[in-house]
Nanobody
Framework: QAQLVESGGGLVQAGGSLRLSCAYSGSQFSRSTMSWYRQAPGKERESVAVINNVGNRGYSDSVKGRFTISRDNAKNIVYLQMNSLKPEDTGLYYC????????WGQGTQVTVSA
């Protein structure tokens, strides 16, 4: 079993930055592929960024060059650094862990004002 707790969301003006954190409780963090998803009102949840157990990263086209995913295996935390934020980045951001099973956090709200 694993539990994920996101933090770091908030209200920011367009062009600003936020750093999201996801704390993982469990024993398989270093083996897990970790991802960030987001869901805007009225839209489906979409993948934003992913980092696997050896540090390979991937991003959606909409955030490439602005967002950076990273992980600290000593602290069992995955981060999402978000720069040059746009109003269309607004949404509920979820952390996801995959290793044998899939786990989700409760989400943290990010609101970007124009």
């Amino acid at each position: 079993q694993a539990q994920l707790v996101e933090s770091g969301g908030g209200l920011v003006q367009a062009g600003g930055s936020l750093r999201l954190s996801c704390a993982y409780s469990g024993s398989q963090f270093s083996r897990s592929t970790m991802s960030w998803y987001r869901q805007a009102p009225g839209k489906e949840r979409e993948s934003v960024a992913v980092i696997n157990n050896v540090g390979n990263r991937g991003y959606s086209d909409s955030v490439k060059g602005r967002f950076t995913i990273s992980r600290d295996n000593a602290k069992n935390i995955v981060y999402l650094q978000m720069n040059s934020l746009k109003p269309e980045d607004t949404g509920l951001y979820y952390c996801n862990a995959r290793y044998v099973k899939t786990y989700w956090g409760q989400g943290t709200q990010v609101t970007v004002s124009a």
